[in-house]
DNA sequence: AATTAAACTGGAAACGATTCCAGTATTGTG
DNA sequence: CACAATACTGGAATCGTTTCCAGTTTAATT
């Protein structure tokens, strides 16, 4: 009778007499507790079970035959397929790993991308992709939404040079959830993550003391990306290695502009010879680069290695494939992402949480094919 | 009093007595409510307003400027960022994107793939990426996977042929649930996806055409990723070329196998001669198939294209650097992707919800360079 | 057959946000 | 100054899982 009067009034319009105080409308108008339509409860009434049973039905848990048959006929049923971010939240993992690279579309990084893809969905990892295209601000970004993700580690191909800090604030506090993070590209000693890089210098040296041997006197060099600190090092390394083996270079024979590509390489090749008409030999930042710049001395009419002399960077498959080959620095991509993986699923299984630090300086080696 | 007892029969080590009955146990031991150390309520409680409020404060509401300080400051000082995971559960949209495709590695996709990457990450969204290498069963699980992950789109680069149905009940699933997907590489006329593809058959035919004009007499096909429809497709429509323009050609100038790579075309190529001796023009499923199987035709003293023309598909970057310059059939993958993007871009803006299918059939053009 | 141990199941509290509503403070208007 | 409109804030429910306990069945052991 009571009831039944409230409905009225309300179907009347107004809710007014009888609940004009907070208390007395929530008793009497709860929030519409609306059946669920989906979701694990939904399927647990279909089930004729529990939720935790089929909680652990999906968790490997244990459960008995007879509620296992019943489950499964009503997944099958209704299609039920349990929710990823609800799991995650509760459960603190999301199996998600972050990789954060400079440029996908680079081969270089395309090939360890695809390492890191395969070995992380063997682990039963997904990997959610950023580039930065050398920007450490997009790196930054990149970072503090992988955080909000709550990914469960990250792959980081970093291009903060040692004196930016816009990330470290970020790194830190990401350690500190005890998220790993594999650092690629430089040693960072200012915090505790493993870390994985190539003698950026030591390659450097190798190819102009190659260049000084076979006898070339004006060395020029060609970078892009110089927001990127690992090509920055590369244009630092060569500045001291023709200081140190005495050479003389102007300031002009050193040209950085741009991303690192192939239209890069081609379109910097000329303003050299502009600025440097002597220029005998060429070292680039990448490979990318050198084919680029390689292909525009022969545009300029110039042989290649008899009047120029063109050293690569990376060692991409691209290298052997041009003609005349082009002599690189190799650094081993492939091992390289092989052995970032590991140090990442080592830390991953947790086990190894507390394990030292581990960290890898690669010696590049010069390989020498016909452009050089 | 009363309490007080029930303590120290608890801390006595057991709690009989008075704790024998479940309501009892329950009502004195009541889960331990622990303070909330992160989350939005503790920077609640710091900032000393509602969650709600902070909420609003995150989320562009309205908020008044006292308020807003209050909540910077209680930010600042606990670093507290939100929780992507628990946001995305209440709200329903994850702002991610699933992409899938044959291989990132391959450099026509990781080409793609960068654009996806970039207009993607504009609009907010980030991109989990998947990579099926052929394999329709790769294909659905990863879609399977996404579906639980609730990505907000999907990219497809599919490799399931028309015959194949392991992922239609997925897809039908997902567009259910009204995920737009985005399906490139084949028209799907069962499912309403917007559809994306390139004419592989009228691409082929092109090249036989342009074979036969310059005089070739005995041309070969070489594939990989026998697996992927579109690799299939290329074979067959290679097939119906060669009959319609009554050209003979024995099935064993036809070599299916393994990946298409550089690798697998130069491993190829000297098996192929093998076996039909007199070839004097191939045409390769890609053009890194191309590549390869170009320079292990040098390398057994063939002249391209005196001896024996190339002919690759796809045209990417390498094939214009590679010599002699690749002839090859060109596909537009720059503005697939880019078009791609744009549907699922607009799906996603929502007010399209009810838009009519865009499909789009691109012309593939045939490219002429030295190698043919 | 009577215990004891083991396997299994159910109930309810989290996880950390968003979102309705309903209040309260603040401003604007005549 | 009164009164309406508007801006702002707080409370509680909800999203869909997992997990801890306690309770209950089944199996094992002597």
């Given amino acids: 009778m009571f009831y039944l009067l409230i409905m009225l009034t309300y179907l009347g319009g107004k809710l007014s007499i009888y609940a004009h105080r907070k208390d007395v409308y929530n008793l009497l108008m709860p929030r519409t507790k609306q059946t669920t339509k989906t979701g694990i409860i939904a399927i647990a009434k279909v089930a004729g079970v529990a939720p935790s049973t089929v909680s652990r039905f999906f968790n490997n848990g244990q459960v008995s035959a ?4 019943k489950i499964e006929k009503a997944v099958e049923k209704t299609g039920y397929r349990p929710d990823a971010r609800a799991a995650s939240l509760r459960r603190g993992s999301t199996n998600r790993i972050g990789v954060i690279l400079p440029d996908a579309g680079n081969p270089a990084y395309s090939i360890a991308m695809r390492v890191f893809h395969d070995q992380l969905r063997e682990h039963g990892y997904s990997m959610v992709l950023g580039c930065t295209y050398g920007s450490v601000e997009e790196e930054h970004k990149l970072l503090q939404f992988m955080q909000q993700d709550h990914v469960d580690g990250i792959i980081l191909y970093t291009c903060e040079g040692p004196q930016d800090k816009i990330s470290h604030q970020m790194l830190k506090q990401l350690l500190d959830q005890k998220i790993p993070i594999v650092y690629v590209g430089k040693q960072n000693t200012l915090l505790p993550t493993d870390n994985l890089s190539v003698d950026n210098k030591l390659g450097i040296e190798k190819a102009v003391r190659y260049l000084k041997r076979i006898g070339r006197k004006h060395i020029a060099f060609l970078s892009g990306d110089t927001s990127n600190w690992a090509y920055q090092q590369r244009v630092e390394s060569f500045k001291r290695a023709i200081k140190s083996l005495k050479l003389k270079t102007s300031p002009k024979s050193i040209l950085a502009h741009g991303q690192s590509t192939v239209e890069t390489g081609s379109a910097l090749f000329p303003k050299l010879m502009e600025q440097a008409p002597r220029t005998d030999a060429i070292i680039c930042s990448n490979d990318t680069m050198a ?5 525009a001395a022969q545009q300029l009419g110039m042989k290649v290695p008899e009047d120029l002399a063109v050293i690569g960077f990376d060692d991409i ?21 092989q052995q970032t993986c590991q140090f990442l699923l080592s830390r991953l299984s947790g086990d190894m949480a507390s394990m030292a630090l581990q960290s890898l300086l690669l010696e590049p080696e010069l390989v020498v094919r016909e452009s050089a």
């Avoid at 007879?66 to 048959?69: C, G, L, P």
């Avoid at 084919?291 to 292909?295: D, L, P, S, V």
């Fill in 66 to 69: 007879k509620t296992r048959a």
């Fill in 291 to 295: 084919i680029g710049a390689m292909y």
């Fill in 317 to 337: 498959q691209m290298a052997s494939l041009v003609r005349p080959q082009l002599t690189t620095i190799r650094q081993p991509i492939l091992d390289i992402a």
